[in-house]
């Protein structure tokens, strides 16, 4: 596999450039590690993103696709923010012109396959092996399971599930990733980026197993997280201070290629 390194250097020069005005909550660290996940499959199969709003990850996705021989993205967004943990949209009904235009003045219209709707809909009829998992709609902690749920049966064997916001202070995100991927035997090299907190799959649990002591040593680290996001319901003041305390010692910082493709197994 010839792996796109020069691209991809010249892709992250550009990449705040084109989506720095779109409207989202991706930081510039998170946009370049979502594009790396897409610009170097580890295996086989589709990109889904469960969550577009106005198309931040969405446009970080396809770049990266754009410089594998697969550059479409699969999403899924009613974009009508539904759940209590949505972007509010100001009064509008939906933000379905402002997704279309973003994608298009980016140049990735074309690449994307949209699907307007609940996740739950398109799980009805989804039948594809999926090589990157991104989850990033509901952040509750029951639409959360239910994304994971639904699609984690379609992961290739070595493919990436990716979860936003697990450092931020909702339940979803962060209990999904620690209970069902970190302590799962079937999710080996685990990390965080940002607030994206990622892994990759294996069909083989004793090959995930490998990565017992990495990933109980981050789950102990994001465990520090959980009595401030479950019992304050209002984190501020001190309680918010001892929060940000705990979620600095959980390493997140900026994840180099070479770095990362050291880190997991790339499928021949």
Not at 25 to 33: P, V
Not at 165 to 176: A, S, Y
């Amino acid at each position: 596999m010839v792996l796109p390194f020069e691209e991809f250097t010249n892709l992250t020069t550009e990449l705040y450039g084109i989506i720095k005005d779109v409207e989202g909550y991706l930081t510039k660290r998170e946009m370049e590690f979502l594009a790396l996940l897409a610009a170097f499959p580890t295996t086989k199969g589709e990109i889904l993103e469960i969550g577009s709003y106005k198309g931040k990850s969405t446009i970080s996705l396809a770049k990266g696709a754009a410089l594998t021989e697969k550059p479409d993205v699969t999403a899924v967004d009613p974009l009508t923010s539904p759940s209590s943990t949505d972007p509010d949209l100001e009064g509008k009904e939906s933000c379905l012109d402002d997704f279309q235009n973003n994608l298009k003045k980016a140049g990735v219209d074309r690449y994307i396959n949209f699907y307007q709707k609940h996740s739950a809909e398109l799980a009805k009829e989804w039948n594809e092996k999926i090589r990157l998992l991104w989850i990033d709609g509901d952040h509750t902690y029951p639409g959360t399971k239910m994304d994971f749920d639904m699609f984690s049966p379609f992961l290739s064997d070595g493919a990436i599930i990716a979860f936003h916001d697990t450092l931020n202070d909702f339940e979803g995100g962060i209990r999904v990733f620690m209970e069902d991927v970190l302590l799962s035997k079937n999710f080996g090299p685990a990390g965080v980026c940002g607030s994206i907190g990622w892994s990759q799959y294996f069909k083989d649990p004793d090959f995930g197993w490998k990565y017992r002591d990495q990933k109980i040593k981050l789950y102990l680290k994001l465990s520090r997280l959980i009595p401030h996001i479950m019992l304050n319901d209002n984190l501020k003041g001190l309680k918010k201070t001892r929060y940000k305390i705990a979620r600095w010692r959980v390493p997140h910082s900026e994840v180099k290629p070479e770095d990362w493709l050291k880190e997991v197994v790339i499928a021949e």
